[in-house]
Nanobody, 116 residues
Framework: QVQLVESGGGSVQPGGSLRLSCGASTNIRSFYSMRWYRQAPGKQRDWDAT???????AYADSVKGRFTVSTDNANNTMYLQMNSLQFEDTAVYFCYAEKGRIGAYWGQGTQVTVSS
């Protein structure tokens, strides 16, 4: 069973930065893509960023220019560097990985709180 574990969340002031990590229990090169999502209280889970096995990267408009997704294949980890954080970025952040019809996997989430 594939496991994804997020870390790196915390509290930060507006304009600050955090780097989230998503560690996988398997070789991340086996995934077709990996993604970051967020879920604010009372809201649906929204997509933030994708990185595919082919290196294709995409971002939601709300984070473009502020967030950067990357992977470290040697350590089977995906990262999300978050800069210029805003109050609206407060949410639980989840990582997701998929292998097409084989399966899709979610982490347990990590809390990010932006407050002054």
């Amino acid at each position: 069973q594939v496991q994804l574990v997020e870390s790196g969340g915390g509290s930060v002031q507006p304009g600050g930065s955090l780097r989230l990590s998503c560690g996988a229990s398997t070789n991340i090169r086996s995934f077709y893509s990996m993604r970051w999502y967020r879920q604010a209280p009372g809201k649906q889970r929204d997509w933030d960023a994708t990185i595919s096995i082919r290196g294709i990267i995409a971002y939601a408009d709300s984070v473009k220019g502020r967030f950067t997704v990357s992977t470290d294949n040697a350590n089977n980890t995906m990262y999300l560097q978050m800069n210029s954080l805003q109050f609206e970025d407060t949410a639980v952040y989840f990582c997701y990985a998929e292998k097409g019809r084989i399966g899709a996997y979610w982490g347990q989430g990590t809390q990010v709180t932006v407050s002054s």
